[in-house]
């Protein structure tokens, strides 16, 4: 298993993954998680520009190495990761690709709504409505105003009204349900 540099640095990571049956854990050196990124670019990167999130790599693809700079720079340890504990959830991912939310706000639901972003949900679910529930940036936060009048669900529990989200909340539309996950990403250079 190969580790980026950052994920092995965290306290205890290793030695789990160490536990588990035949396992090889190999810590990556500094940079080179992001340039095995770079060079499935064409995999990571969806319609629209939007950023998937990929359970597996295809790996049997060649893979090609970016472009050599002019001169050599010697790799510089990573920043300390900016994160902390009290920073809002900023993406929403549905179906391996993760959206954005800005004060505008994005739609979920069955139908595109005319002139706002929307994320349509895969047909053959009941319980969705057209326009289900909303995601929008406020006060700081990412909220969910449910819209609907078959309810939505936060980590199973269904909620009224609007609520705040937090990264790792899961969100369930529909029966049995269409699911998406609520995560942030860092500013910069967008892990």
């Known amino acids: 298993m190969l580790l980026s540099d950052r994920l092995a640095g ?4 290793v030695g789990e993954l160490e536990r588990l049956d035949d396992a090889l854990v190999v810590t990556l050196p500094p940079g080179r998680a992001a ?14 520009g ?5 359970k597996r790599v295809p790996w049997r693809e060649p893979a090609t190495e970016p472009a050599p700079a002019r001169q050599a720079v010697e790799p510089q340890a990573p920043a300390p990761a900016r994160l902390t504990a009290e920073d809002p959830a900023s993406h929403i991912v ?8 800005d004060t505008n706000g994005v739609v979920i639901g069955r139908e595109q709504v005319p002139q706002r972003r929307t994320i349509v949900l895969n047909g053959g679910q009941s319980g969705i409505s057209r326009s289900h529930c909303e995601l929008v940036r406020r006060d700081g936060e990412l909220k969910l105003v449910d819209t609907s009048r078959f309810g939505t ?12 989200l937090q990264p790792a909340d899961v969100i369930r539309i529909g ?3 269409e699911q998406l ?3 942030r ?3 910069g250079h967008g892990t």
């Open 10 to 13: 965290m306290p205890g990571i």
């Open 50 to 54: 939007n950023v998937r999130l990929l």
């Open 175 to 177: 029966s049995p349900g």
């Open 181 to 183: 996950q609520v995560i």
């Open 94 to 101: 549905y179906r391996g690709i993760a959206y954005p939310v």
């Open 153 to 164: 669900f936060v980590n199973e529990k269904r909620i009224s009204g609007e609520i705040s």
């Open 35 to 48: 340039l095995g990124a770079v060079s499935q670019a064409g995999a990571l990167i969806g319609e629209a």
């Open 185 to 187: 990403m860092e500013a």
